[in-house]
Structures are given as structure tokens and as C-alpha cells.
């Protein structure tokens, strides 16, 4: 995981790497049935995670149990922060 988000997170452009500067947490795992993954991002309710298994970026809710609702993969890094983006700002409005 650390490579491919490392990797991914050098390739962002200057809007998604400021969104990632802000947003980017030390990754922590969050489950969903008997499912892990790593959470690498959170705005708010809203989470960017690596699910290793699938070896791509997905986004979702943390519930306040710690746990992945309403989540789904999404494919690179860029395509998570964009997504993640674009429901928080629906969320708010």
C-alpha cells in the first residue's frame, strides 16, 4: 500500500494536492462486514480508502461504531479525491 499511495499521491495535480495535504491522515484500518481496509484520508464523515485486496482507492462514510458505510471503489488515488469531493460538497448543501 505505501508505494502505490506514494507513488499516486506524488502524480497529483496541484488541486487534488492540496485537497490531499489537508485531508490525508495517518492510515488507520476501518471495516465493513469482514472486510479491512486502510483509511488514508477523511473530510468530515467522508474517507478515501486502500483496499489491498483490490489494490485500488475507494471512498465511503465512517461510521461513529469506526465503521465503512455507503462505500465503494473508485480506481486511482485521483479519481478517490475527486469523488470524496464531490459528495462532501452535495452533503453540505
Not at 467522508?46 to 485486496?53: K, L, R, V, W
Not at 483490490?54 to 480506481?75: A, K, R
Request: charged share 25%; with cysteine.
Amino acid at each position: 500500500m505505501a508505494t502505490v499511495l506514494s507513488e499516486q499521491a506524488a502524480a497529483l495535480d496541484a488541486p487534488a494536492s492540496a485537497w490531499w495535504s489537508e485531508f490525508a491522515v495517518k492510515p488507520f484500518t476501518a471495516t465493513h462486514s469482514e472486510s479491512a481496509h486502510y483509511v488514508v484520508a477523511q473530510q468530515g464523515r467522508h474517507i478515501i480508502f486502500f483496499a489491498d485486496d483490490e489494490d485500488e482507492f475507494g471512498t465511503g462514510i465512517l461510521t461513529e461504531e469506526g465503521e465503512m458505510d455507503s462505500y465503494g471503489l473508485v480506481g486511482d488515488l485521483i479519481d478517490a479525491i475527486r469523488n470524496c469531493q464531490v459528495r462532501n460538497k452535495t452533503e453540505l448543501t
